[in-house]
C-alpha cells in the first residue's frame, strides 16, 4: 500500500484548484483484509467542488487506486439526509483511515451513525411497541443492521462488509462511533446504559410514536434507487451496467441470501429473569430442536409452529417453544374474513411475539394466571414459555352441557375471573375461545396464548368469544337450559371480580354473535344472548 504521504500528494494533484477538507483510506485497506483484487479506496472531501461529487480510477504501479471526491456540502447533505443515498457516507460505516481531516471525519462519522442509531430504535419502537423498554441492545447491533440494509440496498457491498467483519478490527472499529452517538443519546434521555448495552426509555417510544414516519421498506427503496443513480451520475458505472445494477438492485430488497453476515437481532435481549443453565439448555433446544428427534414434538399451531419440548435441568421439565410466522397470503384470509368488521388481529410475527411477551410479564405482575416466559430468541422469532400439564377446559365444557356440575362449573368460573381480572388492569386477551384455557394438574385454569392480547381493546369480545365458542362444544342435545346455566354461572363470576355488566351486554348484541354462526346451533347462539341480557336486566 502506498505511505500516506503519497496518497495525500497523488489527490492534491489529481483535484487541483479545490481546498481539501479531508482525506481517508476506506474500506478493505483500512482495517487489512484487502485482497490483490481490491482497489484502494479514498474518500477525498473538497470545499467548494465543482462537480459535486466525482469517482475516478487510476494505476500507480501494481496497484489500482480509486477515489471518490465530494463537495463537502454534498457530504454533509449525504450525512445528515441521505441525499445521495449514502453512496459517500458508508465509507464512515466502514473502518477508515484519516490521513488528514481526522476530527471533521470522526464529528461526521459519529453524527450519521447518531441518525442510524434513531432510525433504529424508532423502527424498534414500531416493531416490538409493548416491549421496547425491555430491549437489551448491545451495540454491536446497529453497525451490523445498518451492514444488512446496506448491502440490500446495493448487494455488491455485501462481500466487501462479509470480509470487513470477519477481520480483526473490522466490526470493532465500527462499533465506537456507534457507542458515541448511543451516549448524545443516553444524554437526551432516549435511551440508558446497563453494562454494555442500552435500554431503550419510555421517552424515546413517546417520540417514535408521535412522528410520522415512512415505512422502513420505502425508505430503503429510496435509498437503492439514490446510490444507483447516485453510482451512474459519479462515473462509477456505464449507463447500460446502471441499467443492469438497478434491475439487480430492485430484485434484492430483502433480506434474503444475507446469511453471510451475522444477523443483527442476535444482539437484541429480552430479559427473563430465568435461572442462566435453564436460559442455555433451551437456547439450545430451540437452536437445535431440528437436529435432535426426541426434542420437539408439534403440540398445535395452524397459523404458528407450537412445539413442546425436553429440556434437562434439574431432572426433565417440559417447555412450548413458538416460532411467530407472518400471517399473509391465503392462509389467513379465512380468519380475517371470519371476523371482518368485529375483531382485528396483529399479523406480522414480531408484533405477536412482542404482545406474548409483554402481556405475560404484565398479567403475572398482577397474578393472573398466565405461563412464564422462559426464553426468547428475537433472531428466530420464537418464544419458550413454561408447558401446562393438564387438559383444555373444553373437555370440562362438554362435561357441563352433559349435566355434570363438577368440577366443570368451577372451572368455568375461574375462566372468567381470568378474563375479568385483565379487563381490570386493561387488558383485552384477544383470542379468547375455550381452547386457549388449560386446567392443570393441580385444578387451576390457565391462559395460555397471548399473542392477540393487548392493552386496550374491545372487551365484549373477549367475553362473546368464549361464550358462543363455548357452545361449539355443546352436543346437538343440550337444553337450552343448561346453555343458559353455562352463562348464568360465567355472568357471576366475571362480575363478581370486576366485570362490567356494559360489556356483558354489549356481548350480547348481534354484531358479536354474528361471526359464530357457522361454529355453534343457532338456538344456542340466540340462548347465550337472550341470558346475558336477563342478567343485565335488559331480558
Known amino acids: 500500500m502506498m505511505d500516506s504521504a503519497s496518497i495525500v500528494d497523488l489527490c492534491k494533484t489529481i483535484f487541483p484548484s479545490t481546498n481539501i477538507k479531508a482525506i481517508a483510506v476506506c474500506g478493505p485497506h483500512a482495517c487489512g483484509c484487502a485482497s490483490k483484487n481490491d482497489p484502494l479506496e479514498v474518500l477525498v472531501v473538497a470545499e467548494g467542488f465543482p462537480a459535486g461529487v466525482r469517482f475516478k480510477k487510476l494505476k500507480t504501479g501494481s496497484l489500482n487506486v480509486a477515489f471518490l471526491a465530494v463537495s463537502r456540502a454534498l457530504f454533509e447533505l449525504d450525512v445528515s439526509r441521505a441525499l445521495l443515498g449514502e453512496t459517500v457516507t458508508v465509507r464512515v460505516l466502514m473502518p477508515y483511515e484519516p490521513l488528514s481531516g481526522f476530527e471533521y471525519l470522526r464529528e461526521m462519522e459519529v453524527k450519521f451513525k447518531r441518525r442510524r442509531v434513531l432510525e433504529a430504535l424508532t423502527d424498534l419502537a414500531v416493531e416490538y411497541p409493548e416491549t421496547t423498554t425491555e430491549l437489551m441492545i448491545h451495540p454491536k447491533y446497529f453497525p451490523l443492521r445498518d451492514v444488512k440494509l446496506l448491502s440490500t440496498t446495493y448487494p455488491p457491498l455485501k462481500g466487501v462488509f462479509s470480509r470487513i467483519l470477519k477481520s480483526d478490527r473490522g466490526l470493532e472499529a465500527m462499533v465506537s462511533g456507534y457507542v458515541e452517538a448511543l451516549k448524545e443519546a443516553e444524554s437526551k434521555g432516549l435511551v440508558e446504559f446497563v453494562g454494555e448495552a442500552v435500554r431503550p426509555t419510555k421517552k424515546l417510544v413517546s417520540r417514535a410514536s408521535a412522528k410520522l414516519r415512512s415505512p422502513s421498506f420505502v425508505r430503503l427503496f429510496d435509498r437503492a434507487f439514490k446510490t444507483l443513480v447516485v453510482r451512474g451520475f459519479t462515473g462509477q458505472v456505464s449507463l447500460m451496467d446502471l441499467a443492469a445494477e438497478i434491475m439487480k438492485g430492485f430484485t434484492h430488497l430483502s433480506f434474503t441470501d444475507q446469511n453471510a453476515i451475522e444477523d443483527p437481532n442476535k444482539y437484541l435481549l429480552l430479559p427473563t429473569g430465568r435461572m442462566p443453565t435453564m436460559e442455555e439448555e433451551v437456547r439450545r433446544v430451540v437452536e437445535e430442536g431440528a437436529n435432535i428427534p426426541t426434542s420437539l414434538r408439534r403440540i398445535g399451531g395452524i397459523l404458528n409452529a407450537v412445539y413442546m419440548a425436553k429440556v434437562r435441568v434439574d431432572g426433565v421439565k417440559h417447555v412450548v417453544v413458538k416460532r411467530f410466522q407472518d400471517w399473509y397470503g391465503f392462509k389467513w384470509f379465512p380468519v380475517a374474513l371470519w371476523t371482518s368488521g368485529v375483531r382485528s388481529f396483529a399479523l406480522r410475527g414480531s ?70 381480572k385483565a379487563h381490570s388492569v386493561d387488558v383485552t386477551l384477544g383470542d379468547c375461545k375455550p381452547d386457549n384455557f388449560v386446567v392443570s394438574r393441580d385444578r387451576r385454569v390457565f391462559f395460555v396464548d397471548l399473542e392477540q392480547a393487548s392493552r386496550g381493546g374491545e372487551r365484549a369480545w373477549d367475553v362473546a368469544e368464549f361464550l358462543y365458542f363455548s357452545c ?41 354473535l354474528r361471526p359464530f354462526t357457522i361454529l355453534a346451533l343457532p338456538h344456542f347462539l340466540v340462548a347465550v344472548s337472550r341470558t346475558c341480557l336477563e342478567v343485565c336486566g335488559g331480558g
Open 351 to 420: 408484533s405477536r411475539l412482542d404482545r406474548e411477551y409483554s402481556m405475560t410479564v404484565l398479567l403475572r405482575r398482577y397474578g393472573i394466571p398466565v405461563p412464564d416466559v422462559i426464553h426468547v430468541d428475537l433472531e428466530r422469532k420464537a418464544l419458550v414459555k413454561e408447558y401446562v400439564d393438564g387438559e383444555p377446559l373444553p373437555v370440562y365444557i362438554r362435561e357441563f352441557f352433559k349435566g355434570s356440575d363438577n368440577p366443570s362449573r368451577g372451572f368455568v368460573s375461574q375462566a372468567a375471573e381470568i378474563i375479568a
Open 472 to 512: 361449539h362444544h355443546a352436543p346437538p342435545t343440550t337444553p337450552l337450559e343448561r346453555v343458559s346455566g353455562f352463562v348464568r354461572v360465567f355472568a357471576d363470576s366475571y362480575l363478581g371480580h370486576g366485570g362490567d355488566l356494559k360489556v356483558l351486554r354489549k356481548a350480547a348484541g348481534v354484531r358479536f
